[in-house]
């Protein structure tokens, strides 16, 4: 189930709170006190273009706050003018043996992911099935961990993370899977003299190979410089 079904072109969602635990229903899946009754909270599956994702607050959904994806091959290559901005998305705990995502981004779609808080998933945000897509000024775990925050798998397509993003409370910052190299430059990483850990050789939040993570931030943004 989803909470908003997106069927058009040129969408803007803005100003609302979108919350998968309905008082009215018990599912029995729970996680961080919520009982979690919705599969996602914005769900976009066909080849509509131009959505603006603005000013929300998403939560207490299983599988995606955000997801995106392009089923029909007529649609053309990619999804062209999906924006991501501001929304704060919190608790997707993937409870039915899979993953939950904050926001997932797959199958030729493209998005700006840009000023979000993005909190308590398995993935903070990730691309697959040859997505493609920016993700810039985010803060990623704030208040409860994600498992992991950008998670780029082997057959997406060009991600770039460089700028201004805050990974400092994580368990894992930016996983790419694929042999296409991810920009992540001038983020904060928890660790503003050694930068990450993984392949990093600091003590913040890991990255893994084929990430470029040089030059990182001294400190949180705004405040922090390369």
Known sequence: ???????????????????????????GKTSNGADIDADYG??????????????????NVNEAGIEIMKTAPA????????????????????????QG????????????????????????????????GT??????????????????????????CDGQNDFSGTTFGVQNESTTEVDAENNYWGDGVGGPSGVGAGTGAPVSAN???CPWLDAAPPTGMP
């Open 1 to 27: 189930t989803s909470l908003i079904s997106v069927a058009a072109n040129n969408v803007t969602i803005a100003g609302l709170t979108l919350d998968g635990d309905n008082a009215n229903i018990n599912s």
């Open 135 to 160: 993700v810039t000024s985010n803060v990623f775990g704030a208040l409860t961990k994600n498992l992991k925050d950008v998670l780029v798998t082997a057959n997406s397509g060009i991600v770039n």
């Open 42 to 59: 914005i769900r976009v599956q066909d080849c509509y273009n131009n959505l603006v994702v603005n000013n929300n607050y998403i939560l």
């Open 101 to 132: 995502f904050g926001v997932e981004v797959r199958m030729n779609a493209s998005a700006l992911i840009d000023d979000n808080c993005i909190d308590a998933c398995d993935v903070g945000v990730r691309f697959a099935a040859n997505a493609q």
């Open 211 to 213: 990430v470029d993570f």
């Open 75 to 98: 649609c053309g290559p990619v999804q062209t003018g999906i924006q991501i901005k501001t929304n704060r998305i919190f608790n997707s705990p993937g409870l039915m043996g899979g």
